[in-house]
């Protein structure tokens, strides 16, 4: 069964940056279109980012021109680079196939505040 593990969440005030890695536990990357999903507190799971098995690339407009979503597939790895971070992008984090097919991972926190 397919595991997905987040990290690199941290507390980091307004303007400050991230960079959220994960990695899983088998080759899924070249399988099917990956996305950071996020999900805020009372709020729904939201996908902010996703990148396709030839590498096309889209965003939630409300992270556009701040988040930076890459990937290795060798390493089965995929990474969402977030700069000037602001309150409003606090959230558990996680990835996942853009179907949501793989069992959910823990994510990681991400908390903006001054």
């Known amino acids: 069964q397919v595991q997905l593990v987040e990290s690199g969440g941290g507390l980091v005030q307004p303007g400050e940056s991230l960079r959220l890695s994960c990695a899983a536990s088998?080759?899924?990357?070249?399988?099917?279109?990956m996305g950071w999903y996020r999900q805020a507190p009372g709020k729904e799971r939201e996908m902010v980012a996703t990148?396709?098995?030839?590498?096309?690339?889209n965003y939630v407009d409300s992270v556009k021109g701040r988040f930076t979503i890459s990937r290795d597939i060798a390493k089965n790895t995929v990474w969402l680079q977030m700069n000037s971070l602001k309150p409003e992008d606090t959230a558990v984090y996680y990835c996942n196939n853009v179907l949501a097919k793989y069992p959910w991972g823990q994510g990681t926190q991400v908390t903006v505040s001054s």
């Open positions: 088998g080759s899924i990357f070249s399988r099917g279109a």
């Open positions: 990148i396709t098995i030839d590498g096309r690339i």
